[in-house]
């Protein structure tokens, strides 16, 4: 069958183009080639597809493949995680569904970018909440997450369990439906649903206030608004926080705290410079 294509797709291009880098050998094909890389036919092997089938899809002929052959594709073609999504946007016009993995770290370069907001406290958390990493501000003003153990680094368990946290919200009730709302929209939409529900069976047995928020089914967005902390010894500061996307890692977001007023800003300040003193418990 010719390697040509009358009427070139973007899909069709993308899959020659990464068929052509495949290197013959690696994969135990031999034979003398006129062109480099894999044959159309050692693809649809390695894909557990049809020959024909896989031929069409680069000539831009037969209809949208399914999502199972794109993740056959994805893996017969050895794609990396940025190629196998574009693989999706040019097939589907969206990305694939998501398949959480749960990551227990930050890039050291990532860690830089909140180690540069000294009087900010700012937290990485994975979409179902566990903080991760986090600056020195951080542990000043919300909690020293250095001296919890790793499962009691979760924003939901903090809120609901840990009588510090609770204590320090000046307004807890509606602090805690607004994290229940946003934690059931980012791990849904990470693909975690079994790591939702170990945390929400967990949760449900020992608090019953999170029980009943959670019955309700409220999803709110997370991405901006106001939270006011009382401090046993500086009084009320009040923050404005903002969500960030983490480039390339869609189950991370990195959570930035300013003072919002400049009465919490001299608070925040004489906080943070306390601390430094060693004049106030850490």
Not at 148 to 173: G, K, P, Y
Not at 212 to 236: F, I, Q, Y
């Amino acid at each position: 069958m010719s390697e040509s294509s009358s009427t070139p797709t973007p899909l069709g291009a993308f899959l020659r183009d990464r068929r052509a880098r495949m290197d013959p050998a690696s994969f135990g094909f031999g034979g003398r080639r006129r062109t480099p890389g894999l044959r159309r036919e050692e693809v649809a092997q390695r894909a557990n597809i049809s020959p024909t089938w896989y031929t069409w899809l680069e000539q831009g002929r037969g209809g949208a493949p399914s999502s199972d052959v794109l993740d056959r594709l994805a893996n017969g073609l050895m794609l990396t995680a940025p190629e196998r999504e574009h693989l999706f946007l040019l097939a589907l016009g969206r990305p694939p569904a998501m398949k959480y993995s749960r990551p227990d770290h930050v890039t050291p370069r990532l860690q830089r970018v909140l180690d540069a907001l000294p009087t900010s406290p700012a937290i990485i958390k994975t979409a179902t909440w566990d903080v991760i990493a986090w600056n020195t501000a951080a542990t000043r003003l919300l909690t020293d997450y250095s001296k919890l153990r790793r499962e009691e680094r979760n924003v939901l368990r903090l809120i609901f369990t840990n009588s510090v946290t609770r204590a320090a919200q000046d307004d807890w009730w509606n602090i805690a439906r607004y994290v229940v709302g946003a934690f059931r929209a980012d791990a849904a939409r990470a693909g975690a649903g079994a790591e939702i529900n170990a945390i929400v069976d967990e949760l449900s047995r020992i608090s019953p206030e999170f029980e009943s928020l959670w019955r309700e089914n409220d999803v709110a967005a997370h991405a901006d608004g106001m939270k006011r902390l009382r401090h046993p010894e500086h009084g009320l500061i009040e923050l404005e926080f903002s969500v960030f996307a983490v480039e390339g890692r869609p189950d991370l977001g990195m959570l930035v705290y300013n003072p919002a007023t400049p009465d919490s800003a001299r608070r925040v300040a004489e906080l943070l410079s306390a601390q430094n003193d060693g004049s106030a418990n850490p």
